[in-house]
């Protein structure tokens, strides 16, 4: 039995099977602490498990070689064994990599999703249990759908922007995890707006070397900013304030701003 600590369960998985010269299929786990995600350095817990081997070791004599493995001067599976041999350890690798998963994500899945349709139980709207899954390791997506859904969108977006508000400081304030809200496929429509006005805007930098955005509101300056620093990784991209704070973005070299 040995105790493991690392900044995921993952690794910590690995060291324990390293340790006790096993697989991780074959480790026997009690995790002790699940890992927490910090901000700054400030807060972070580390994985901590107790891990004993279930396979004990059995002593076995050593292989002797056949003729014609002296022959060729090794002493490996060959052929149809060697081919046997491969299959075993990818079922084993499969089975070792599903293990892996972090529980402590699912949780906080679990966490949010209970939380969050206890909260909108309350509200008279009918619509459908909230979904909440991860949709990278960074963010969560919550998604809202059903009859009523529309109606928390509100004119001109309004109520999504409050709602988004609301609960990115909630799961960012206690997960440490941004959001991704749709509700009634509202952030789809508006990711393929942005997209459809964006192409004027590559069209300008690829030709210019810099631009600037109309004014965007809410939602769609995110959306602006997140595809067109995906697109421009070696530009400089960021977002600028009209005096009555209304927004927009500009582009160019960094030595340009």
């Excluded at 039995?1 to 009690?30: G, N």
């Excluded at 994985?47 to 292989?63: D, F, H, L, N, Y």
């Excluded at 509200?123 to 990278?136: A, S």
Aim: aromatic residues 8%; negative net charge; hydrophobic residues 40%.
């Amino acid at each position: 039995m040995i105790k493991i600590e690392a900044q995921t369960l993952e690794h910590a998985y690995t060291k324990a099977a390293q340790h006790l010269e096993c697989s991780v299929t074959e480790l026997e786990i009690e995790i002790i602490q699940h890992p927490k995600k910090g901000f700054l350095n400030f807060f972070q817990k580390s994985a901590i498990i107790v891990a004993t081997c279930k396979r004990k070791p059995q002593a076995t004599e050593p292989r002797r070689s056949t003729w014609s493995e002296e022959k060729r001067g090794v002493d490996q599976p060959v052929g149809a064994v060697a081919l046997a041999e491969v299959s075993v350890q990818t079922e084993r690798f499969t089975a070792e990599v599903a293990m892996l998963c972090d529980p402590y994500d699912t949780e906080v899945v679990e966490e949010v999703k209970r939380d969050i349709n206890t909260l909108f139980a309350t509200l008279c709207f009918k619509i459908n249990p909230i979904e909440v899954r991860l949709h990278d390791e960074q963010t969560l997506l919550v998604e809202i759908s059903g009859e009523d859904a529309a109606l928390l969108i509100g004119k001109e977006g309004y109520r999504y922007k409050a709602l988004s508000y609301m609960i990115f400081n909630w799961i960012n304030a206690k997960y440490r995890l941004q959001l991704r809200l749709e509700i009634a496929e509202f952030l789809k429509n508006q990711e393929e707006a942005i997209g459809r006005y964006l192409e004027s805007v590559f069209e300008n930098i690829d030709a210019d070397g810099r631009a600037q955005t109309k004014v965007l509101d809410g939602v769609l300056v995110q959306i602006a900013l997140r595809e067109l620093r995906t697109r421009y990784p070696q530009k400089y991209v960021a977002i600028r304030s009209t005096r009555d704070g209304a927004k927009f973005i500009i582009i160019n070299d960094y030595n340009e701003h």
